[in-house]
């Protein structure tokens, strides 16, 4: 897959706080502290990162092809 066979999608999606902890934790691991001891890493696009390649690596297209999946109960409330 190309990136030209890519689109940019904003969603609200439901992550557990345990998820977004271990995002965080992870970038900041990866990018360390600059000069003045602050982290620089963009959590959310972090955040967007790991979900886009979640859906990848899980094929989240074939997920959407099988219409038995829009049958499903949704997430919690």
């Given at each position: ?38 982290y ?38």
């Open positions: 897959m190309t990136e030209k066979d890519m689109i940019d999608v904003n969603v609200v999606v439901k992550i557990t706080t345990a998820s977004l902890q271990a995002i965080v934790e992870n970038a900041k691991k990866l990018v360390g502290r600059n000069a003045k001891g602050h620089q890493v963009d959590t959310a696009d972090k955040v967007s990162e790991m979900i886009s390649v979640f859906l990848l690596e899980n094929d989240f297209e074939a997920f959407v092809k099988d219409s038995d999946n829009y049958r499903k109960k949704g997430l919690p409330t």
